[in-house]
């Protein structure tokens, strides 16, 4: 069963534009939450994860999320969009009850930056 | 340093056929992961070393389906009489310690075609 849930598989942003992608995900006990990021033939690589340290955490190349416990969401955010953001972008969630250290990974945004 | 390498990085088999996936870690990582990932989905966990031992092999989809690590460093997936739903990419990920909030590095997959 997913335990992540992540809209709409393609986001078009203009670039320059605010980034938005949002990542639910189903525990009632607060999880490991994390962002990767794949860019074609390439392995995932970690944007920023969530620890139960600030709720607000930020990540490489200007990315960001915040941890909403009571919307049991974890949402992606990036002021600008830049042509380099252009990439499949993974909501995870792993520790228990998902598993020990295994992740469970959402279906992924493709996000496609228009000049 | 070197990533997470894997061989080879395509793969094609005719059904009934079995193939060996490697992968070779981080050196010194405790942790390694198998993931499946199919077209336009997230990467499903399929199974977990710390170091040589299995401790986790609860997302394997099939009896044809094996893993091992057996000096805790490189791993193979073996996978006996493909058949074609087993065509994905298969990724391999490790981390240095055996925390559920570690970050996995991946590499960069092996696609496997089965015909």
């Known amino acids: 069963a997913q335990s992540v849930t992540q809209l709409g598989s393609h986001v078009s942003v203009s670039e320059g534009a605010l980034v938005l992608l949002r990542c639910n995900y189903s525990?009632?006990?607060?999880?490991?939450l994390f962002w990767y990021v794949q860019y074609p033939n390439q392995g995932l690589q970690l944007l920023l994860k969530?620890?139960?340290?600030?709720?607000l955490v930020k990540g490489i190349n200007g990315f960001e999320a915040e941890f909403k416990k009571s919307e049991t969401s974890f949402h992606l955010t990036k002021p600008s969009a830049h042509m380099s953001d252009a990439a499949e972008y993974f909501c995870a969630v792993g520790g228990e009850p998902y598993g020990n250290n295994r992740l469970a990974f959402g279906k992924g945004n493709q996000v496609v930056v228009i000049p | 340093g070197a990533g997470v390498s894997q061989s080879p990085r395509y793969k094609v088999a005719k059904r009934g056929q079995d193939v060996a996936l490697r992968c070779d870690p981080i050196?010194?990582?405790?942790?390694l992961f198998w993931y499946q990932q199919a077209l336009g989905q997230g990467p499903e966990f399929l199974t977990y070393?710390?170091?040589?031992?299995?401790?986790?092999k609860s997302g394997l989809p099939s009896d044809r389906f094996f893993a091992e690590r057996p000096e805790g460093s490189v791993s193979t997936l073996k996978i006996q009489r493909t058949q074609q739903e087993d065509s994905a990419v298969y990724l391999c990920?490790?981390?240095?310690?055996?925390?559920?909030?570690?970050?996995?590095?991946f590499g960069p997959g092996t696609r496997l075609t089965v015909t």
């Open positions: 050196s010194g990582h405790v942790s």
């Open positions: 070393f710390q170091n040589e031992a299995q401790l986790d």
């Open positions: 525990s009632s006990v607060p999880p490991y």
């Open positions: 990920a490790s981390s240095p310690d055996e925390g559920a909030a570690d970050e996995q590095y």
């Open positions: 969530y620890t139960s340290a600030a709720t």
